[in-house]
């Protein structure tokens, strides 16, 4: 415990010196927590100190967005959005999420239809859900929807067709397509990236 005393005590030390540093002011109080700001080039940087019980402190850092610029280009999509995107592949380009997770289709499925893929296909194979959203880098020669799929959940579609993720697939790759003949990645082109 007195490491980690002596550790948090050392943090909120260099943690004063860049508010001074910056022209801040450091402020104390004897509640069980407090907290300090300061911004730094645009960026706002947030430090918390908290104080148990038993008189423990521990500090942690964290960085947050900087203020959003007033003319209103910048935007974040509402929570629950899901963002989609025309990613290259080692095959080509191909539709996927914007944290590159390739989506795929599975052949069982018809289009506007419920999703087929449930219980332990989609265990391996989930539902890519929420409510989609075309990258602004993108234009989509189809169409994104939602469909009710199992437990009432929305799942995603591209032109009808329900999206799924390949289960533990690492961003970027399409190790899925062609999977026992049935999953296959959505095909794009370069011509889908607005310039």
């Known amino acids: 415990m007195r490491k980690s005393g002596w550790a948090a005590a050392t943090g909120l030390g260099s943690l004063v010196l860049l508010l001074a540093a910056c022209g801040g002011s450091s402020s104390s109080s004897n509640s069980a927590s407090s907290t300090d700001q300061a911004t730094v080039a645009g960026s706002s940087v947030s430090a918390q100190a908290t104080t148990s019980a038993s008189g423990t402190s521990s500090a942690k850092a964290g960085h947050t967005a ?8 910048v935007s974040f999509p509402p929570v629950g959005t899901t963002v989609m995107i025309v990613q290259k592949s080692s095959i080509g ?75 533990g697939a690492k961003p970027l790759t399409v190790g899925g397509n062609g999977l026992a003949g049935e999953w296959h990645v959505v095909k794009l082109s370069v011509s889908d990236i607005s310039s």
Do not use: H
């Open 93 to 167: 380009y191909v539709l996927a999420e914007a944290n590159g997770q390739v989506v795929y289709i599975y052949s069982k499925d018809t289009k506007g239809g419920s999703p087929t893929c449930t219980g332990s296909c989609a265990t391996a194979w989930p539902a890519v859900t929420g409510t989609p959203k075309a990258g602004p880098a993108d234009s989509f020669p189809g169409t994104f929807g939602v469909v009710k799929g199992a437990g009432g959940v929305e799942q995603i579609t591209y032109n009808g067709m329900p999206l799924y993720k390949f289960a």
């Open 66 to 73: 900087g203020p959003e610029p007033s003319s209103g280009a």
